[in-house]
């Protein structure tokens, strides 16, 4: 598994809101600035479905992330199955300095680790940047 972490300042509720929620996810899921996402649907629950778009903005390319979760545990962690298969795990752990995030996730085999390791954590070094500034 890759793992990728980082440590927001925000309180347990804000950051699991923002990472869950549809109209926070889009303002985040994305590698770099010329990316975006244009929708976001979350079924929160175990069982539960969530499909995520990430699209260039000049138009050239778009995927939708999806996956369904196996495990749901609220401010705690959430865990689910990719739609290739592949599993991920994210751990949320009130600490003095903010809220840790432990990100791990199966490797696919198109792209080299050391690739899928930056991608991941520039989303949520993302992620970080939105928390703290709204």
Known sequence: ????ETTVNASI???WNFWTLPEHITKWAFASPDWHSQYAENDLRE???FTTNMAAKDGS????FCGTYTLIKQNESIEYTMGD???AEIAF????DGVEIIERFDPETENPEEMQRG???AILNNFKSYV???
Request: cysteine-free; hydrophobic content about 25%.
């Open 1 to 4: 598994m890759i793992t990728v």
């Open 13 to 15: 509720d804000k950051v």
């Open 47 to 49: 069982g539960g479905k």
């Open 61 to 64: 390319m778009s995927f939708d």
């Open 85 to 87: 298969g592949r599993k």
């Open 93 to 96: 752990k009130e600490t003095p």
């Open 119 to 121: 991608g991941w954590q």
């Open 132 to 134: 703290e500034q709204n």
